[in-house]
């Protein structure tokens, strides 16, 4: 986890011989050098170190024995040491530290040999000891800096389940200080079934993000892993919990308002915001949608961002027999992985807490009605295979449970990915896919429904005008244009904003082109001034105008054009102006009365 700190070896060594006599090491150690003699044992003390200061006991205590090999001499004297090979891509402190207790004791010091069989050097007993336990209390700093630092909370056990750690944000999120829980078994504090740490040491796994409640009115999302000895052994454990108690309590406040809210019908005016209009496109998705409804089949909603998936599905169930039942909603990209299953499914009393009540999930709680599934291409695999199970045998069991519910909620699913994509490189089941797949309604993004957009922007410019309480305004040809000619990348939720922001910038009567956003404002083909009243043409209106300003595109109505001809730029201008005729007048270089005129003429009107 940490950079082992630097290890100073103590040195140089010169080597000598394994023959090499007292007599001849005298002269050496007298010069200040330590000398090094293998000592030919296997195993064990491989080397005779001796130190200038031994040179002195040595003339003294082998002085009627110079021409003895030394190696043969000391070989049951504390003078043998233990030889530590070091590894090329390891540090000498790496090495030493690897070592097991025993091979510490025996000897006076330790002694470090490089790959190439030269002496790197040597430390002595009292010394590596030292060394080892200032590396603990670094370590231990480090660990202690780093639990304090994290948003989690951590908690650390050992073998037993003594509790050795317990940071700061768990003494917040348990209410329980620091000194009444360390040092104690921490079954004291919860109960032993429940708790994820002590399952951990028993079974040796890895768990990761799995929703946990340890106490009634908490629930965390628990990381937790073994923690092994030097042999492999579990000599404890670690756990991470991120708290998402008021994640959940919000989404029960939401799943409460879905329930009280449940009325919903496809007469309420809400639900039709992105239905605005009498385009040919939507118009199949509504033909397709009433359908849908009178069927009992799980139904899945295609289309970008924006496009209203939720109000269909809205509108689907409105139209159902299930009209009287809850109408629910579930959003995989929202909910995190290791809650989805609970949101969905419940889970069984006992399972975390030790209480019989448990909680039902969504599936349960829309009973008979229906149950909207948003971005379920962010399902993970494993509940996909849960939902499946479902939607084929219509019963599933509740997290930790083992009963059999059996439920009748029709799922609506939706999606912004192609699923069947997904399916071919292995990221969504086939079978999910398939069972969702009985009928697939597909939502048009705004860009290719333009001719809605003006009854949408009436109907959202009345509701925001009552909101916050101005005069209702109307949008200059300018603005007309603008919202006709941009792509709407996020389709009818960016429609909807910008009427907002419009709404709560304009303080005249009309929504002018400084009030839209700047990517509405960029690139857009500016208008002339209105002509004079009775006036046909605009003299600059062929050439772009006085000062050259004009939209390249604007193409003007020419006195000499053939009907054919007049009908074709007519239809062109209205198109590109979402039908506002002050804006196609402008367009074609006529005043608004010709514009008239020519639509008696030809029909139009």
Request: net charge negative.
């Amino acid at each position: 986890m940490f950079n082992v700190e630097q290890l100073s070896l103590q040195g140089p060594l010169t080597a000598a011989e394994p023959a090499a006599t007292i007599g001849e090491l005298l002269p050496v150690l007298k010069r200040g050098e330590a000398v090094v003699v293998p000592s030919g044992q296997t195993g064990g003390p491989q080397a005779v170190l001796l130190l200038p200061p031994d040179a002195a006991f040595l003339e003294t205590v082998f002085a009627g024995q110079p021409a003895e090999p030394a190696a043969s001499l000391l070989s049951g004297s504390p003078y043998l040491c233990r030889v530590v090979r070091l590894e090329p891509d390891h540090s000498a402190a790496e090495a030493f530290l690897a070592l097991e207790a025993e091979s510490l004791g025996g000897g006076r010091a330790l002694l470090a040999q490089r790959p190439d069989g030269s002496w790197a050097g040597y430390i002595a007993a009292d010394a590596l000891l030292a060394f080892a336990l200032d590396e603990r209390r670094r370590w231990q700093a480090y660990f202690e800096s780093l639990s304090d630092t994290v948003t989690d909370a951590v908690t650390v056990v050992d073998r037993s389940g003594e509790v050795i750690c317990w940071n700061p944000v768990a003494e917040e999120i348990y209410a329980l200080p620091r000194e009444d829980i360390v040092g104690r078994r921490i079954g004291e504090h919860f109960e032993t079934e429940t708790l994820m740490v002590l399952k951990m040491l028993d079974e040796g796994r890895l768990i990761r993000n799995a929703y946990h409640r340890p106490r009634k009115g908490t629930h965390v999302l628990i990381s937790a892993s073994p923690v092994r000895g030097p042999r492999g052994e579990i000599i404890g454990g670690i756990a991470a919990e991120q708290d998402i108690t008021q994640l959940v309590k919000l989404n029960e406040q939401l799943t409460s308002a879905h329930s009280l809210s449940h009325q919903y019908k496809a007469a309420d005016p809400g639900l039709f915001s992105f239905a605005k209009g009498r385009g040919l496109a939507l118009g199949r998705v509504m033909q397709w949608a009433k359908k849908v409804a009178a069927a009992d089949t799980p139904v899945l909603l295609l289309g970008e961002s924006g496009t209203g998936k939720e109000q269909l599905a809205q509108i689907i169930h409105g139209y159902s027999p299930r009209a009287g039942e809850a109408f629910l909603t579930a959003n995989c990209g929202i909910v995190p992985a290791g809650l989805l299953e609970t949101e969905l499914f419940g889970f069984r009393g006992g399972a975390f807490t030790g209480s019989e009540g448990g909680q039902p999930g969504l599936l349960e709680q829309a009973k008979d009605g229906t149950l909207f599934i948003n971005e379920i291409e962010r399902m993970p695999l494993e509940l996909q295979a849960k939902l499946y199970g479902y939607l084929s045998q219509e019963t599933f069991r509740r997290l930790g449970g083992n009963r059999p519910i059996a439920a009748r909620a029709r799922i609506v699913a939706a999606s912004t990915a192609d699923l069947d994509a997904l399916v071919r490189e292995g990221v969504f089941r086939a079978d999910l896919y398939y069972a969702l797949n009985v009928v697939s309604v597909t939502l048009p993004p705004l860009r290719e429904r333009r001719e809605d957009i003006p009854a949408m922007l009436q109907m959202y410019l009345k509701q925001f005008s009552l909101q916050y309480r101005k005069p209702l305004p109307a949008l200059s040809p300018e603005v007309m244009l603008a919202f006709a000619n941009y792509d709407w990348p996020g389709n009818i939720l960016e429609l909807r904003n910008v009427v907002e922001r419009c709404a709560i910038l304009c303080d005249g009567d009309y929504v002018t082109m400084e009030q839209l956003p700047p990517a509405l404002q960029a690139r857009q083909p500016s208008l002339e001034a209105e002509p004079p009243a009775g006036a046909d043409t605009v003299d600059d209106a062929e050439t772009g105008g006085a000062d050259g300003s004009a939209a390249a595109d604007l193409k003007p109505l020419k006195a000499s054009a053939s009907p054919s001809e007049e009908l074709r730029l007519i239809r062109d201008a209205l198109a590109r102006t979402a039908g506002n005729k002050s804006a196609a007048a402008k367009r074609l270089g006529i005043s608004r009365g010709t514009l008239y005129n020519k639509l008696k003429e030809l029909g139009l009107e």
